[in-house]
């Protein structure tokens, strides 16, 4: 079945990290405009992309986000099916925001109950963090507790409705699933589209990369997800991906098209200064 979509302006309601909002200009080249079918991003982040295609004239036929983040995709969730509960919790928490408030805020999540916590209540708390914590970190410790000390800001933006509103326009129909990356080659089909940003190759390897860990993406991840690039290629679907220009993405994508862009990012270590950083652009069209 052709779903006939509308485009819809809309933009991420997250901040997140690797965030690609400054990239969309010089990735445009590279999106399919023509053959549409459906589209799949499987480490969504805050989804600039995403609502970077939902306002272009060219549609897709059905949108696919996940992500591994179960926390993130019940925001995605409530977003899309709750906006409205959505926006009164947010306005109690921009009402109610304090330094006390924020830490009492934080801890819910080390409550039992908080298991069975309604989505819009959930995604409130996430959406009021991420406002409010120390540069918009989303970290959780072994026990999956949020653990980022709250930010300095003078006037954090806690509620943007009509942000979450757009939002919420452009999610409509869209399926929402938190897994693993992997699990895309069970849903893609030939012909559709696939687009991965993962976390990056860092650009100085130290042991945390190279060294096994639950829960980091490491060299092992990197080189799971180019062979779940080559079977996407193989299944017959079109897919990009975005990553860092080091050797080993190199390695990894060396027979496929490699394209530059060039990124604004943190150049040092502290944080104090930025400059323009070059990254890649990975095709197998
Ligand atoms: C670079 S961010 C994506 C940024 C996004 N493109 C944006 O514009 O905000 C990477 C994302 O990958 C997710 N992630 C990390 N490991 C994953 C895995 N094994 N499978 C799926 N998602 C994963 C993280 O939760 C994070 O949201």
Not at 114 to 125: D, F, I, S
């Amino acid at each position: 079945m052709t779903h006939t979509r509308q485009p819809i302006l809309a933009q991420p309601f997250l901040k997140w990290a690797g965030g690609k909002g400054q990239l969309l200009d010089q990735y445009a080249p590279y999106f399919p405009a023509s053959d549409l079918r459906a589209y799949f991003e499987p480490f969504v982040g805050s989804g600039a992309v995403f609502f970077h295609l939902r306002g272009r004239a060219q549609q897709f036929t059905h949108y696919h986000l996940s992500d591994s983040n179960a926390e993130l995709i019940n925001c995605y969730c409530a977003v899309r099916d709750h906006v409205d509960a959505l926006i009164a919790r947010l306005a109690a928490h921009r009402d109610g925001h304090s330094r006390e408030y924020y830490y009492r805020v934080r801890g819910c999540d080390r409550d039992p109950a908080w298991g069975q916590t309604p989505a819009a209540e959930r995604a409130a708390r996430m959406i009021y963090l991420n406002k409010t914590c120390y540069n918009g970190l989303w970290r959780v410790n072994r026990k999956g507790y949020f653990n980022v000390p709250i930010g300095r800001y003078k006037n954090p933006d806690i509620l943007r409705e009509e942000r979450l509103r757009a939002a919420s326009c452009a999610l409509q129909g869209v399926t929402l699933a938190p897994r693993p990356f992997e699990a895309v080659c069970d849903h893609a089909r030939p012909g559709d589209f696939v687009y991965f940003d993962p976390p990056y190759v860092p650009l100085s390897t130290t042991s945390n990369f190279t060294s096994y860990s639950a829960d980091s993406f490491g060299a092992d991840e990197q080189r799971r997800l180019a062979q779940a690039f080559a079977a996407l290629d193989r299944q017959g679907c079109r897919v990009m991906l975005s990553n860092s220009d080091t050797d080993l993405v190199h390695e990894l994508y060396r027979s496929f098209r490699i394209e530059k862009v060039a990124a604004r990012r943190l150049i040092n270590s502290k944080g104090s200064r930025r400059g323009m950083v070059p990254e890649v652009v990975v095709l197998n069209y």
